[in-house]
């Protein structure tokens, strides 16, 4: 059982940086954490996960490059670091936790999720 809340999203000029927080209470450190994003209208939609131990990442390609994925385990808290931001970057981002690892990069691989932050790119 884990609760999750994200943080940091907010309205970026084209080419700035970001770095969004997601803060858990529960056993944080029992899961794999990812985070993806969706655009309205659209599917939800795989941006990056780490490992329960934070030594493995997997990255999506929409992103791929732009962002790096880290979580510290003290802390219960979860981070993405974005780079180098587009205009079709805006997007609800969320966190989410699961344990179905042969499932990271999809939905159904997670079990919990956060309510989302709002990041806008504007040109």
């Known amino acids: 059982q884990v609760q999750l809340e994200e943080s940091g999203g907010r309205l970026v000029q084209a080419g700035d940086s970001l770095r969004l927080s997601c803060t858990a209470s529960?056993?944080?450190?029992?899961?794999?954490m990812a985070w993806f994003r969706q655009i309205p209208g659209q599917e939800r939609e795989f941006v990056a996960t780490?490992?329960?131990?934070?030594?493995?990442?997997y990255y999506g390609n929409s992103m791929k490059g732009r962002v790096t994925i880290s979580r510290d385990n003290a802390l219960n808290t979860l981070y993405l670091q974005m780079n180098s931001l587009k205009f079709e970057d805006t997007a609800m981002y969320y966190c989410?936790?699961?344990?179905?690892?042969?499932?990271?990069?999809?939905?159904?691989?997670?079990?919990?999720w956060g309510r989302g932050t709002q990041v806008t790119v504007s040109s």
């Open positions: 989410a936790a699961g344990r179905r690892y042969d499932q990271y990069d999809r939905v159904s691989g997670y079990d919990y």
């Open positions: 529960g056993r944080f450190s029992d899961y794999a």
């Open positions: 780490i490992m329960r131990g934070g030594r493995s990442s």
